[in-house]
């Protein structure tokens, strides 16, 4: 695990990125990455993160700020000279040569022997778990999608890189492969404890993987956590919403002590939940809460409790699921464990559902 006591091995400092001079790509970007951290760089499409992947690399250079490598500027060092590695969504294998003269191209690019480098090349693919002989004389078109994506890992493994840099890499295997993908780079992470950064559009790649994610919503970050933290505790109602399923129900504040925030529903029914900042009274904001922490038929001392009516019914299996009408919230989903002698819901039912104010969220519309 990263150690966030010492000084970042990686440094953003009011890095901003601007193509046009009017709008910002990234703004005003600060970001430490750790010597050993495995970071996800996670949100939709244009929101910055492949920018700020691209800065670091050395294929884009900031408009303004500062990019640090233990401390000393990154500024005119080129890509080729900062000793990162490199993994991309498409695999970026030479299809002519053979496994093994792809993982050593960038070794025998710095004029490393063709012994050494097939040495180190060796020792890169046992890495990844392909060391079985006569791997190395294979060409990639002879490989699955899955032994392609450890083969560019390899590549980038095999020069001992401070840090590996993804990008989007496991975007175009099937569910089944990526899942399989996700474990396996997990594993070689914990046993190399080589500094990872990676972005993705995928929140559960993103919170199956990382130590830390950083949100990016509209180039800036809306929040950096650990997955649990994120989940459990998001700071904003656009973080909410995009990591992870979440019920959300309109409201305004009435009272806010502390982290306690009382709120109007608008409906009319009062609400309780904890908010990561101080709310005005009559500020516009959001009752948050994941479908799994709502209980059917609560008991009278919630403080959270509220009339439904059960819209559709969804057998899962392990779970079922209710959409119901709650506080104004057509699309309102619990998520109810299935277990021996479990009641049965219909369409039409009214039933009370509820929480405990702990697990709620009140955060800004």
């Not at 250079?61 to 000793?83: C, F, M, N, V």
């Not at 129900?249 to 908010?275: T, W």
Request: with cysteine.
């Amino acid at each position: 695990m990263p150690n966030h006591d010492q000084d970042p091995l990686i440094k953003f400092h009011k890095v901003n990125k601007t193509y046009d001079g009017k709008t910002f790509v990234v703004c005003d970007l600060c970001l430490d990455i750790y010597k050993g951290e495995f970071l996800a760089l996670l949100g939709p499409s244009g929101s910055g993160k492949s920018t700020t992947l691209g800065m670091l690399a050395g294929f884009e250079h900031p408009s303004s700020g500062s990019i640090t490598l233990a401390g000393k500027s990154l500024q005119d060092i080129p890509t080729h000279k900062r000793k990162f590695g490199m993994v991309f969504q498409n695999y970026s294998l030479f299809p002519h040569m053979t496994v093994m003269e792809n993982i050593i191209f960038p070794l025998r690019m710095q004029g490393i022997s063709r012994k050494d480098a097939c040495r180190l090349g060796q020792s890169a693919l046992e890495m990844v778990d392909l060391g079985d002989p006569g791997m190395g004389t294979r060409k990639p078109d002879q490989l699955s999608g899955g032994q392609q994506q450890r083969i560019a890992l390899a590549r980038a493994l095999v020069f001992e890189p401070l840090v590996i840099l993804f990008d989007e890499p496991l975007g175009a295997l099937d569910k089944r492969l990526r899942e399989q993908m996700q474990l396996e780079l997990r594993q070689i992470h914990r046993r190399l404890g080589v500094t990872m950064v990676f972005v993705t559009h995928d929140q559960s790649e993103a919170l199956t993987m990382a130590d830390r994610v950083a949100v990016f919503n509209e180039g800036k970050i809306q929040q950096i956590a650990s997955p649990m933290q994120l989940y459990d505790a998001p700071d904003t109602a656009f973080v909410a919403s995009f990591v992870g399923e979440n019920n959300k129900l309109g409201a305004k504040v009435i009272h806010s002590q502390g982290n306690n925030c009382n709120v109007e529903l608008h409906d009319g029914s009062r609400g309780e939940g904890l908010s990561p900042h101080h709310l005005s009274p009559e500020v516009s904001v959001v009752l948050v809460i994941r479908p799994e922490r709502v209980v059917v038929s609560p008991g009278e001392g919630y403080r959270n409790r509220y009339r439904g009516r059960v819209n559709e019914v969804i057998e899962l299996g392990d779970q079922t699921r209710l959409r119901l009408d709650v506080a104004g919230n057509e699309e309102f989903l619990v998520k109810i464990p299935r277990t021996h002698g479990a009641p049965e819901y219909r369409v039409g039912q009214d039933l009370f559902v509820g929480w405990r104010s702990q697990d709620c969220r009140v955060l800004r519309a």
